[in-house]
């Protein structure tokens, strides 16, 4: 019998991979899907129809709704990954972000409950790096003492406590996964290192000035979804119900992201200025096209205050020695130039897709 996956969060970037991985896996694979006036699916439209590929409208601030598709479903597995992901707009949105990230995590476990499914059904809890925060100690590991320092961090906290909760109190198994940044081509389009590889692109066809950004001088441990996905099915696989940190334990800058981006773009930066008067300048042109806007010595990045956070977390290096050792995951299969680079090629082909004709770019030779 084909093992049951329930996905909240199947349309997102990491949705849409661990549904691949696991119908891979052969599971049978449920996702909820929430009604929107636009039906935007484009990272799982390629599984739609395909066997073993079903999905539900739900949402996580729909408690009946959780408990009649559990039921439903009756999921040896479920993967909560449906959250407000966006840690700027947690700032915005905070009571919604409450709702969905924190109380959302426990509508889940009372949905199992409920079904009296508590026995077979484990559960995998989509936690962050966000939890630490304000940081205490550098890297962070499962040891390392939480202190949340946005909206988002702080609903988040609450699922990984709840899960926590239930796993004692009820003896379930569920565990929390505690993510680092993972990028992909399929990364949500504000995030800082898509935001910069799509501005890239646009910027080296001519379709786009200048990129504004936040804080460049933050920190984080970027790794690549396809790989974190993995780990996500090996933490419910382990025998005992525990969490685990999952990083790639490299670190760095959103600056050094941006100058990779735009390298594999083909426009060398440097930098110049500090705070909010630091600018990203063109120091060597290699692509050739008459569309191109831009010439050595202009600006192509700036820093808008519009992206500051009110608190902002600056300092994540993650160690995922626990992951390697028990889980046998290996953090380094794709490294962090592999990752730019990966993203750069995609988003130069999106773009070229929907503005231009393939064949006029690929002749007129964009990048030496
Ligand atoms: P994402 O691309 O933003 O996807 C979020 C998913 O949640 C989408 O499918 C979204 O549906 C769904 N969702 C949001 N609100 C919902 C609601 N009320 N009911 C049902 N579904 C809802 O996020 P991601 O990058 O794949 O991340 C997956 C999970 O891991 C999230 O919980 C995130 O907080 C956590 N995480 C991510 C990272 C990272 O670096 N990516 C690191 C650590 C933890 P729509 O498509 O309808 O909006
Ligand atoms: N989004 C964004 N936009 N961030 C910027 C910008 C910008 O223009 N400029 C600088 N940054 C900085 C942010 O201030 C932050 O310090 C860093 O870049 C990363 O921001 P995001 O890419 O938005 O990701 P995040 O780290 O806040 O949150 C992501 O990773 C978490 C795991 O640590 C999300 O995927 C969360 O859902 C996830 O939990």
Redesign the pocket.
Known sequence: MAKIALITGVTGQDGSYLSEFLLGKGYEVHGIIRRSSVDYRERIAHLEGTPHFHLHYADMSDSMSLVKLVGKVQPDEIYNLA?Q????VSFDAPEFTADVDAVGVLRILEAVRTNHLEKTCKIYQAS???LYGKVEEVPQSETTPFHPYSP?AVA?LYGYWIIKEYREAYDMFCCSGI???HESERRGE????R?ITLAAARIAQGLQECL?????D?L?DWGYAKDYVECMWLILQHPTPEDFVIATGVQHT?REFATLAFHHAGIELRWEGKGVDEKGIVEELRIKNEKLKIKEGDVVVRVSPD???PT???N?LGDPSKAKRELGWNPQSTSFEELVELMVKHDMQKVTREHFNAAEYLEKGIVK
């Open positions: 959250a992901s966006h840690v700027q962050t790096s966000e988002y988040k993510l680092f940044n504000t995030f800082v290192t935001k504004y950004l936040g804080n460049l933050s984080r959103v992206f500051y956070r902002d977390v600056v994540l």
